[in-house]
C-alpha cells in the first residue's frame, strides 16, 4: 500500500516552544482523513509542512514518496486551502483562475471555471465581495484546478454557516469520487467531519493520539461496565483509555487485542465521537507508537 | 431510480443505512431487476459522505447477489427481495384481520394487542433461531 503522508519522530519547534513532538504517522493514499485536535494542537503546523511552507526541525516527512522542502515536481501533485480560504479580495474568480493556470504546471483551467459557474458563483466579481461560503467555494476550485494527487484542507468549513459547509462537503465529496484524491482535512470539531472521513488523525498538545482507519478504531474500542473495580488486568484488553468509578461501578473505555470473555463485564459499543473525546481528555504522550504499530 | 437518506440519529452506520434502503425498496417493489443504483459520485455529492461508504454499501449488496456493478457503467438490481413475501401476505393479512377481531371482542386494547404481539413473535423468533441452531 503506497502512502500519500508518512512521517517519523517528526518535530517543530518555534523558538521554545514545540507545536509538534515526536510525531509519527501515515496515511494510506486514496482515505480521507480527518486530522483532529482542539486549537493550537499543531494541525496547522502538520500541514504547513507537508506543503513545505515550513521546515521540520527535527525527524522526517515524506509526501507522496518525497521530501516537500523546495520540491516543485511535488508541489504540482499537491492541492492546498489553507486556514480562512484566503483568496486575493481584489481579484476576480476569472482573474485567479488565469493566474492558476501561470503559476501552474498542471491546471485544469475549463474544469475551475466550470465548478464556479456550476455554484452560480459571478466569476466577474472581486472576491473580496462574495460570501464566506463563496469565497470557500472558489477556494476549492482553485486547489481542485491541479487534480491533485493529495487535497490538504486546513479548518476548511470553521468559519462558514451549517448551509455552506453542507455545500461544501457536497461539492468536495462529489469531486474526491471522480479520481483517486487523497485528502487530509483539519478541523476542532469531529462532527463537521464524521460523516467524510474514513481515516482519523487525533493530535494533541503537539502529540499524536490516535491514529488508524475509522472502522478499525471504532470496532477495536469498548466501552466495559461492571462492578468496581481498581486497575487490573483484563485478558483481550490492550489500553484502558479512560476510566471513571462509582463506590459500585467501574466504567471503562478500552483498546481491546481481543474479545472480552470475562462475564463480570458488559461490553458496549462506542461511537466515534466517544473515542475521540476520551482521547482528547486523557493524553498520553507514549499513544503514538501504539497507533504506528497497527 | 431512489433517492438515498442519512439518518443522523440512526445507530446503524450509514453504509449500513443505505444498504437498508435499498432492500426496503426491493421488498416493496419500489425498484425492480434491471434499474440502475444512483453512481457513486451522485449519492457522496448529494449526502456530502464520503464515496467509498457509497462503493461499501453496493460491494455489500454485490456480495449477497441482489445488484451487480458493470464497471464503467453503473450498479444494476439482479433480483427481487419481493416476490413470495408479497405473494403469501393477502392471505397472511386475512387470518390477521380475523385474529384481532377476536382479540377485540376479547376486550383488548390496541396497547394490549401490540404488547402481546411484540412478546409473543419476540418468544416465537428466538424459540425457533436457537432450535436452528441446536440442529
Known sequence: MSMALEAHGLGKRYRRNWALRDCSLHLPAGRIAALVGPNGAGKSTLLNMAVGLLRPTEGTLRVLGQSPGGNRDLMDRIGFVAQDTPLYPDFTATELITMGAKLNRRWDTSLARERVERLGIPLDRRTGELSGGQRAQVALALALAKRPELLLLDEPVASLDPLARREFMQVLMGSVADGETTVLLSSHLLGDLERVCDYLIVLQAAHVQLLGGVDELVSEHKTLVGPRRERASIAGVSEIVRESHTDKQTTLLVRTDGPILDPAWSVHDVTLEDLVLAYLAYPAPGRAILGVAQ | ?135
Do not use: C
Not at chain 2, 15 to 39: A, C, F, N, S
Not at chain 2, 84 to 113: C, F, I, M, S, Y
Open chain 2, 1 to 135: 431510480m431512489i433517492e438515498f437518506l442519512l439518518d443522523g440519529y440512526s445507530q446503524a452506520a450509514p453504509y449500513m443505512q443505505l444498504v437498508q434502503q435499498v432492500k426496503q425498496g426491493l421488498r416493496t417493489g419500489l425498484i425492480e431487476p434491471g434499474d440502475q443504483l444512483p453512481k457513486v459520485r451522485d449519492v457522496a455529492e448529494s449526502l456530502a459522505i464520503n464515496p467509498n461508504t457509497v462503493l461499501k454499501a453496493y460491494r455489500h449488496l454485490e456480495a449477497e447477489g441482489l445488484v451487480e456493478g458493470r464497471p464503467g457503467v453503473g450498479t444494476f438490481v439482479r433480483r427481487t427481495l419481493a416476490g413470495p413475501t408479497l405473494a403469501g401476505q393477502a392471505e397472511l393479512r386475512r387470518e390477521l384481520v380475523a385474529w384481532l377481531r377476536r382479540a377485540h371482542k376479547a376486550g383488548l386494547e390496541e396497547e394490549d394487542v401490540v404488547a402481546l404481539i411484540q412478546t409473543t413473535m419476540r418468544a416465537t423468533f428466538r424459540n425457533d433461531e436457537t432450535r436452528e441452531e441446536i440442529a
